[in-house]
């Protein structure tokens, strides 16, 4: 059965808890890094812990994916999406991957902070996997072979600066401004009876209530097997890693259709970025200061409840 575990601060001190109707259950031990909590836990250890809870108001929360792990994303990666942004999800026969800087993880509740020269802010509801184990060879993942390297699910929101990613050509540079990957607020862990439902969770994300994007895990393009499967043959991953797995359709971002951008691409640099300005300025989707982004992630039978992730938008201080 699925556990859901959190990372708070309380008197000073970061902890991991058991998440039980709304208390937190402290877990022994010092845990420095996701993975470290990992290796040293197991979800029969963690659903056997007794003793003293602490209400959730009596805790800071923090991220459960902490700094030191490395922040691997997949970009179009969920069907209605590719097809809104003028891709065929049936031609396409590789994942695109990028990074995030680390510094850019805050806990589930955090502001977001706008920084003062990005207009144009989006959001990006993600299902994030929490790696089990360290990697370093290709392995081939399959869905028998799953929970020998998933040991749980986050919600990840991948904020971007549209106006400096798409322009400039610079995914990392454009989603990785400090407050811009929120994660949690559980880290859920799985047995092997839960992973069947990677393919049944439901992502919703709200601004001031409004939905903007809704989809389910069964329209993901490249699902966890293949994806981790290409990853572990390119690059080492260890324990506690984070891999967010792409968003649904509904962002605020509009992109030309194909022929529009085939126009666009006879243009000069400038009056084909200029162009892209116009029209993105038209789009009252973008996020502004006071603006509230609330994202879910579940299963329709409640077995997986990743939480409710709640940033609330802010300008850059002066």
């Not at 031990?29 to 009596?58: K, M, Q, Y």
């Not at 207009?119 to 990697?135: H, M, S």
């Not at 389910?216 to 891999?243: C, H, K």
Request: aromatic share 6%; with cysteine.
């Amino acid at each position: 059965m699925a556990l859901n575990i959190m990372r708070f601060e309380h008197q000073g001190r970061a902890g991991w808890g058991v998440v039980r109707d709304g208390r937190l259950t402290p877990v022994p031990g010092d845990f420095p890094a996701t993975g470290d909590f990992l290796r040293g836990n197991t979800v029969a250890s963690l659903s056997a812990l007794t003793g003293p809870s602490l209400a959730r108001e009596e805790v800071r929360l923090l991220s459960p994916v902490t700094r030191n792990q490395q922040f691997v994303c997949q970009g179009a990666n969920y069907r209605q999406h590719m097809l809104e942004s003028g891709m065929d999800p049936d031609a396409k026969t590789f994942n695109m991957f990028f990074t995030k800087a680390r510094s850019c993880i805050v806990p589930a509740d955090s502001e977001l902070v706008k920084p003062s020269h990005v207009r144009f802010l989006d959001y990006e509801i993600e299902l994030g996997l929490v790696l089990k184990r360290d990697l370093d060879r290709k392995a081939v993942v399959t869905p028998d072979n799953l929970h020998d390297f998933i040991a749980g699910l986050v919600i990840v929101n991948d904020y971007s600066a549209r106006d400096v990613q798409i322009p400039q050509m610079q995914f990392y540079k454009g989603k990785s401004y400090r407050t811009f990957g929120p994660v949690g607020p559980h880290l859920c862990l799985l047995e092997p009876e839960d992973l069947p439902r990677l393919k049944q969770l439901h992502l919703e994300l709200t601004v001031n209530g409004e939905v903007r994007q809704r989809d389910t895990t069964a329209n993901l393009v490249f699902g966890p097997e293949e994806t981790l499967t290409e990853l572990s043959g390119l690059q080492d991953l260890f324990a506690g890693d984070l891999i967010a797995t792409g968003t649904p359709a509904g962002c605020a971002l509009s992109i030309p259709s194909p022929a529009r951008q085939r126009l666009a691409a006879l243009l000069p640099e400038r009056k084909k970025w200029e162009l892209f300005m116009k029209v993105q300025a038209k789009r009252p989707q973008y996020l502004k200061a006071g603006d509230v982004v609330e994202s879910r992630i579940h299963s329709r039978d409640g077995a997986i409840d990743l939480g409710v992730q709640r940033n609330r938008v802010v300008d850059e201080a002066a």
